[in-house]
């Protein structure tokens, strides 16, 4: 019974560190209908700031919590100020392509900083613990709880007594009637992205207190707890920002006594997907409230494509067939091999996002099915590489599309959450069903790449083999597109509405894209894991679904070509040119951000 109730206490701790999180992301939707991706990210900042004033400077408790709070809060405004406010005319997703991409460069820019090794954040209270019925809690405990009530506390107070606070309000029920009013909308969005990083900030103080650690890796799991608590209170929904964070600490924390450690996070998830299934406005939202809007018109609007004539297109293509007979490095056919295989997931991804509409944070989940199916095959039943490839793609587009089909029925910006939640859910089903992807340990031993009994071991054929294959998959995609298949793609991508009034089946189209789309995710991770020759857990990451989303959003929405030219420049030539290893990262964030902000109908142009 002691047990039961140390992990009740440790659940409701835990809980109001998320909610801390999730408030501040509620406020941020309330006013602006935006998720803000990069709230993880202040909340390593938050981190970080807390251990320079605790290691570095020694200061107090209280004034580290000041200093935390407004320091954090000014990372806020400043991305308010230049990141987000010259993108308010724009259409309704660059927002939130714009907080990726600061995610990105926040994240970046602390590990180049203080290096990524974890590092000891100490508690400055004592030691001490009370007993309470058969458990116990301790001062940190306390402080939490403390901080947390008194947090929420002094939100209300501010939201229903104070003339900004009254703003604030106004504008979250109606912007525009909020500014024909007279109210100051730029200042509101200032105010509410101070509050919030400021929160975000102090729990990634208290979290590393709590746990006596800190790195810069936090930031996305941070940011996937504050939307999971968010979307479960109901989004711009505080007090249910509130009770999701709770109810999220709880969940997490009664898993772990049941079943382990490994599956914390997996409750998390689970809960997100079956909130976002049945009640899509959340747990605590008001039954009158209306559901989420879809993202009809909020994609870049289809622009002149670039159209390259039909002999540069020939003679691109020879010269990358006759690159391997010319005196090149094998350093720089790796490079290009890696871009083909990103090219494959950048046509997958384009075919989704940029045609049907549905803008899919997880796609690396596709990559690791078609990795693991094609490995456990040839593995296992001694299966031909090249018929554990294809099966890789098939089980990919098949599975991926059962797992996807729960987020076709919902609007919005909740696509995006939940395609990301899946993601995390098949890393997190690969880490825990050792019995078949052996766990944590991963696949080892994978055979490498052969066609027709001829192993692939040169540097040359294997960049070959993954050219055509792209060429392949290109090909079937331009020829998909060009039919009324496509056309019904686009047709629902630009106005769902309209198209279900002309009789069109959503639920089916998505799923024809997400099965073509699939596929070709699971072709690329399959190739991946035989030269790979080891996969995990951990091999295909969310990090990787970013930087398919920035490639695709670099060629093009929609656009085929698009789709390979932007791998080429942005995976193969910061290689080709040896950009510092430890600086990709942010050189992806700062492109996605210039994108979003100058070109984003990408180098090509959206079709």
Same mark, same amino acid.
């Given at each position: 019974m002691s047990s039961?109730l140390d %992990?009740?206490?440790?659940?409701l701790?835990?809980?109001?560190?998320?909610a801390?999180?999730?408030v501040g992301l509620?406020?941020?939707?309330?006013?602006?209908?935006l998720?803000?991706?990069a709230q993880?990210?202040?909340?390593?900042v938050?981190?970080?700031i807390?251990?320079v004033?605790?290691v570095q400077?020694?200061?107090?408790?209280?004034v580290?919590?000041v200093l935390v709070?407004?320091?954090s809060?000014?990372v806020?405004?400043?991305?308010e100020?230049?990141?987000?406010?010259?993108l308010?005319?724009?259409?309704r997703?660059?927002?939130l392509?714009?907080?990726i991409?600061i995610?990105?460069?926040?994240?970046?820019?602390?590990?180049?900083i203080?290096s990524?090794?974890?590092?000891a954040?100490?508690?400055?209270?004592?030691?001490?613990r009370?007993?309470?019925g058969?458990g116990?809690?301790?001062?940190l405990?306390l402080?939490?709880?403390?901080?947390?009530?008194?947090?929420?506390?002094?939100?209300f107070?501010?939201?229903r007594?104070?003339?900004?606070?009254? !703003?604030?309000?106004?504008a979250?029920q109606?912007?525009?009637a909020?500014?024909?009013?007279?109210?100051?909308?730029n200042r509101?969005?200032q105010v509410v992205?101070a509050?919030a990083a400021a929160?975000g900030?102090?729990?990634?103080?208290?979290?590393?207190m709590?746990?006596?650690q800190i790195?810069?890796?936090?930031?996305l799991?941070?940011t996937?707890?504050?939307?999971?608590a968010?979307v479960v209170g109901g !989004?711009?929904?505080?007090?249910g920002?509130?009770?999701g964070?709770?109810?999220l600490?709880l969940?997490e924390?009664?898993?772990?006594?049941?079943f382990?450690t490994s599956?914390?996070?997996?409750?998390?998830?689970?809960?997100?997907?079956?909130?976002?299934?049945l009640?899509?406005?959340g747990?605590?939202?008001?039954?009158r409230?209306l559901p989420?809007e879809?993202?009809?018109?909020?994609?870049?609007?289809p622009?002149?494509?670039?159209?390259?004539?039909l002999?540069?297109l020939l003679?691109a293509?020879a010269?990358f067939?006759?690159?391997?007979?010319f005196p090149?490095?094998?350093?720089v056919l790796?490079?290009?091999?890696?871009?083909?295989?990103f090219?494959m997931?950048?046509?997958?991804?384009t075919?989704?996002?940029?045609?049907v509409?549905?803008?899919?944070?997880?796609?690396a989940?596709?990559l690791?099915i078609g990795?693991?199916?094609?490995?456990?095959?040839s593995v296992?039943?001694a299966?031909p590489v090249?018929?554990a490839?294809?099966?890789g793609?098939?089980?990919?587009? !098949?599975?991926g599309t059962?797992?996807?089909?729960?987020s076709?029925?919902?609007?919005g910006? %909740?696509v995006?959450?939940?395609?990301?939640a899946?993601g995390?859910i098949?890393s997190?089903?690969?880490?825990n069903?050792?019995?078949?992807t052996?766990?944590?340990i991963?696949?080892?031993?994978?055979?490498p790449?052969?066609l027709?009994? %001829?192993?692939?071991i040169?540097?040359a054929?294997?960049?070959?083999?993954?050219?055509?294959v792209?060429?392949l998959?290109a090909l079937v995609?331009?020829?998909l597109?060009?039919?009324?298949i496509?056309?019904?793609?686009?047709?629902?991508r630009?106005d769902?509405?309209?198209?279900?009034?002309y009789g069109?089946?959503?639920?089916?189209?998505k799923?024809?894209?997400?099965?073509?789309g699939?596929f070709?995710?699971?072709?690329?991770?399959?190739?991946a894991a035989?030269?790979?020759?080891?996969?995990?857990?951990?091999t295909?990451?969310?990090q990787?679904?970013?930087?398919?989303l920035?490639?695709?959003?670099l060629g093009?929405?929609?656009?085929?070509?698009?789709?390979?030219?932007?791998?080429?420049a942005?995976?193969?030539?910061?290689?080709?040119?040896?950009?510092?290893a430890?600086?990709r990262?942010?050189?992806?964030g700062?492109?996605?951000?210039?994108?979003?902000r100058?070109?984003?109908?990408g180098?090509?142009g959206?079709i």
């Amino acid at each position: 019974m002691s047990s039961w109730l140390d %992990y009740t206490i440790n659940g409701l701790i835990v809980g109001n560190l998320y909610a801390l999180v999730a408030v501040g992301l509620a406020l941020i939707f309330g006013v602006s209908r935006l998720i803000n991706f990069a709230q993880g990210s202040i909340y390593v900042v938050g981190a970080y700031i807390g251990w320079v004033a605790v290691v570095q400077l020694r200061t107090p408790l209280a004034v580290t919590i000041v200093l935390v709070t407004v320091a954090s809060a000014l990372v806020g405004l400043i991305i308010e100020r230049f990141g987000l406010r010259p993108l308010q005319n724009s259409a309704r997703i660059a927002p939130l392509l714009a907080t990726i991409g600061i995610s990105f460069v926040l994240d970046q820019i602390v590990m180049l900083i203080f290096s990524p090794n974890p590092r000891a954040l100490p508690s400055q209270l004592p030691d001490i613990r009370f007993q309470v019925g058969g458990g116990t809690i301790g001062l940190l405990d306390l402080l939490i709880a403390g901080v947390g009530i008194s947090s929420a506390l002094l939100l209300f107070v501010f939201l229903r007594f104070s003339k900004l606070g009254w !703003a604030v309000r106004a504008a979250a029920q109606d912007r525009d009637a909020a500014m024909q009013m007279g109210v100051d909308v730029n200042r509101v969005n200032q105010v509410v992205f101070a509050i919030a990083a400021a929160l975000g900030g102090l729990s990634g103080t208290l979290v590393g207190m709590y746990y006596n650690q800190i790195d810069t890796a936090m930031s996305l799991q941070a940011t996937l707890k504050g939307v999971v608590a968010e979307v479960v209170g109901g !989004a711009g929904n505080v007090p249910g920002a509130v009770a999701g964070g709770l109810l999220l600490g709880l969940v997490e924390s009664y898993g772990v006594a049941l079943f382990g450690t490994s599956y914390r996070n997996l409750f998390a998830f689970l809960l997100l997907i079956g909130v976002l299934v049945l009640r899509p406005n959340g747990l605590f939202a008001s039954a009158r409230q209306l559901p989420p809007e879809p993202l009809t018109g909020t994609f870049v609007a289809p622009s002149r494509p670039v159209r390259l004539p039909l002999w540069a297109l020939l003679m691109a293509f020879a010269v990358f067939v006759l690159l391997p007979l010319f005196p090149v490095s094998s350093y720089v056919l790796q490079t290009l091999t890696n871009a083909w295989l990103f090219g494959m997931l950048a046509l997958s991804l384009t075919l989704v996002a940029g045609t049907v509409g549905q803008v899919s944070l997880g796609h690396a989940a596709l990559l690791a099915i078609g990795a693991y199916t094609s490995a456990l095959l040839s593995v296992n039943l001694a299966f031909p590489v090249s018929v554990a490839i294809i099966c890789g793609g098939l089980m990919s587009a !098949a599975l991926g599309t059962l797992l996807i089909s729960p987020s076709f029925r919902l609007r919005g910006h %909740y696509v995006s959450i939940a395609t990301l939640a899946i993601g995390e859910i098949v890393s997190l089903v690969i880490l825990n069903w050792e019995p078949v992807t052996r766990g944590p340990i991963g696949i080892s031993g994978i055979p490498p790449l052969s066609l027709f009994g %001829y192993d692939l071991i040169g540097a040359a054929s294997i960049y070959w083999f993954c050219f055509v294959v792209m060429v392949l998959l290109a090909l079937v995609q331009v020829r998909l597109l060009g039919s009324h298949i496509g056309r019904s793609f686009r047709a629902i991508r630009d106005d769902d509405v309209a198209a279900r009034a002309y009789g069109l089946s959503l639920n089916r189209y998505k799923a024809l894209a997400f099965i073509f789309g699939g596929f070709a995710a699971g072709v690329s991770g399959g190739i991946a894991a035989h030269l790979y020759s080891y996969i995990n857990h951990e091999t295909f990451n969310t990090q990787q679904s970013i930087l398919a989303l920035t490639i695709v959003i670099l060629g093009g929405l929609g656009n085929v070509l698009g789709a390979i030219v932007g791998s080429v420049a942005l995976v193969g030539l910061p290689e080709v040119f040896r950009i510092a290893a430890e600086y990709r990262i942010l050189i992806y964030g700062i492109v996605l951000l210039l994108l979003v902000r100058f070109r984003p109908q990408g180098l090509l142009g959206t079709i």
